[in-house]
């Protein structure tokens, strides 16, 4: 068995069997040159190929419209206007004529730069590099009628599990939606024209996996997107345990369905808080039309990760207005940049190994990145006045941490008042409770703050000295062990007293059999990946909340606190 990790773009759960879908990709593209007298045939090819191109988005667009409606219809008519675009094809019978090279390698050539132009420019563009990529397939494929099928008669003959190297529309368009289980790729993106295509079909989207180097044609496969999770030829636990979970939520789809308006509640009624967990922009979209309680955590490391120039205050501020913005009134908490081992932007310069999780972390950065963090705060501030912004501190372990970030909000603040530029001035300030520290002192630090925030990720990691990110001792970093709850009860224990909001934001959170044992400690508030949030509403509206006895008899398991033993998994 293989278990494979990537980002989910729709969740839910699927178990198939795979079929490999391949389009036109780079190692096929013919390359060779041409003698001089030979390119007016050259460009003609080319503009043969450019009719049959436009037939085919033309056709494309009219399927397109029956199937996906209006979103249809914008996509291919985006991709009509890309192949129209005249500079483009002026370039490509340049290259043809400078370099002496066949249609098909200039075709490739002048749309990889372009690609490359978009990828640099904002979020927007960025994400349109899939469509470039599409008309690209579609214009080479009409070169030699080609284009896009299954590896394996897997693909024609049942419904399966699409495994490729990319989802373009065109193969969406392709597939129909009685041929598709689940779409598991290695490139993609969470708002990507053929994600919103796949998204219409309401089947598990997964991409950020090493697919087509793992998965072959008539592998038995199980997706389960709202862990991010694709096992490839399952062992018989895993499969029964997903057989079990997959029958339960087929039973429980129709009920949630109807209850989408519903805020989250248990079963009886008891009312409980659920918001989302942010690391990319594109995620506020996953929320749209969904009942959810606000972004209860704004990862801000991811944001501009991969680039080596610092982002400007510009740039943060967009980003933060954006989703603060389309969480409505909803409460966004963003948290500053919080640099460790798993966390590291390219634009700060740390050589890997520079910054462990034990050293350059939480407020301890502020020193050495003192103008990011300052420009980040102004950003955070500015978006302040376009929803409802909270500030959240990460990896607390003292009062002088706090005083640390305030000082930067200070400083941001009274910079923003000599510019003249609009804030809420009362802000509210969270921390993070993710060091021991934190947990057993949160007594003392929450009289400075507003809300508290539960990172179990990194508290168990601290609690056990046992790295989050190591599959060596994954045994050791034991997501429910005792320890853990037990600083748990301390903080909640704490929270009530102090009457201050608390909330469990760690991947823990996202594991529906620990909710009985939430309830049970107290913890009422709960921040999940924000491609998971409708599936962990739905379980929890069918919770019961347990009696007292649920957690003694967690306490007394200790021994046999193997999760799958505690679960019966
Ligand atoms: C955590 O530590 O639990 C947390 C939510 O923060 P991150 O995973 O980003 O470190
Ligand atoms: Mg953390």
Not at 127 to 150: A, P, W
Not at 205 to 216: L, S
Request: aromatic share 8%.
């Amino acid at each position: 068995m293989k278990e494979l990790k990537g980002i989910s773009a729709n969740t839910g759960l699927a178990k198939g069997i795979a079929a490999v879908y391949t389009e036109e990709v780079e190692e096929n593209i013919p390359h060779y040159m041409i003698e001089e007298e030979k390119i007016e045939k050259e460009i003609n090819r080319l503009k043969e190929a450019y009719g049959k191109t436009k037939e085919a988005i033309e056709q494309m667009l009219k399927a397109s419209e029956k199937i996906f409606g209006k979103t249809g219809e914008d996509i291919f008519s985006a991709h009509g206007t890309i192949l129209e675009d005249e500079a483009l094809f002026e370039e490509i019978v340049s290259l043809i004529k400078k370099r002496l090279i066949n249609a098909e390698h200039a075709v490739n050539d002048v749309f990889d730069s372009y690609q490359e132009k978009f990828k640099q420019r904002d979020f927007h563009f960025s994400e349109m590099t899939h469509d470039i990529v599409d008309v690209r397939n579609r214009l080479l494929s009409s070169f030699d009628g080609i284009s896009g099928q299954f590896e394996c008669p897997e693909g024609e003959r049942q419904p399966v599990i699409v495994v490729s190297r990319a989802l373009s529309p065109s193969m969406v368009l392709n597939i129909a939606k009685s041929e598709v289980l689940a779409f598991v790729t290695e490139e993609g993106g969470l708002t990507s024209h053929a994600t919103i295509l796949a998204q219409n079909y309401g089947v598990p989207i997964i991409f950020g996996i090493e697919a087509t180097e793992n998965i072959e044609c008539g592998d038995k496969v199980i997706v389960d997107a709202s862990m991010g999770k694709v096992f490839v030829n399952p062992g018989k636990k895993t499969e029964k345990y997903y057989d079990k979970k997959i029958e339960e939520a087929e039973k429980r789809k129709q009920f949630c369905m109807v209850k989408e308006e519903t805020p989250t509640q248990t079963k009886k009624g008891v009312r409980l808080t659920l918001k989302a967990n942010i690391s990319l922009q594109a995620e506020i979209k996953l929320l749209e039309g969904l009942n959810y309680d606000g972004v209860g955590l704004l990862r801000s490391e991811f944001l501009f990760a991969n680039r080596n120039k610092v982002p400007s205050e510009e740039e943060w501020f967009k980003v933060y207005k954006n989703i603060a913005e389309a969480a409505k009134e909803k409460s966004v908490d963003i948290r500053f940049l919080d640099i460790s081992g798993d966390k590291m932007p390219a634009y700060l310069n740390l050589l890997s190994g520079e910054n462990s999780d034990l050293g350059i972390r939480g407020a301890r950065a502020i020193d050495i990145f003192y103008d990011i963090y300052l420009s980040q705060t102004k950003a955070m501030l500015r978006a302040s006045a376009y929803g409802n912004v909270r500030l959240l501190y990460p990896m607390i372990s003292d009062i002088s941490d706090i005083e640390s970030f305030r000082a930067v909000v200070n400083k941001a603040k009274s910079v923003l008042t000599e510019e003249g530029k609009k804030y809420k001035k009362d802000i509210k300030e969270g921390i993070m409770i993710e060091t021991p520290a934190a947990a057993v002192m949160a007594g003392t630090l929450l009289k400075y703050v507003d809300f508290a925030n539960i990172g179990s990720n990194d508290l168990l990691e601290y609690t056990l000295a046992a790295s989050r990110n190591s599959q060596i001792i994954e045994k050791r970093y034991h997501i429910l062990h005792p320890s853990l709850i037990r600083l748990m009860e301390i903080v909640i224990e704490e929270t009530r007293k102090h009457k201050k909001e608390v909330c469990l934001c760690g991947e823990i959170a996202s594991f529906e059999e620990f909710y009985p044992l939430f309830l049970s400690i107290g913890i009422s508030s709960f921040s999940v990946e924000a491609s998971k949030l409708s599936d962990i509403k739905c379980n929890l509206m069918h919770l019961e909340k347990p009696d007292k006895s649920y957690l003694d008899k967690f306490y007394k398991n200790l021994k046999k606190v193997e999760i799958e033993e505690f679960f019966k998994r």
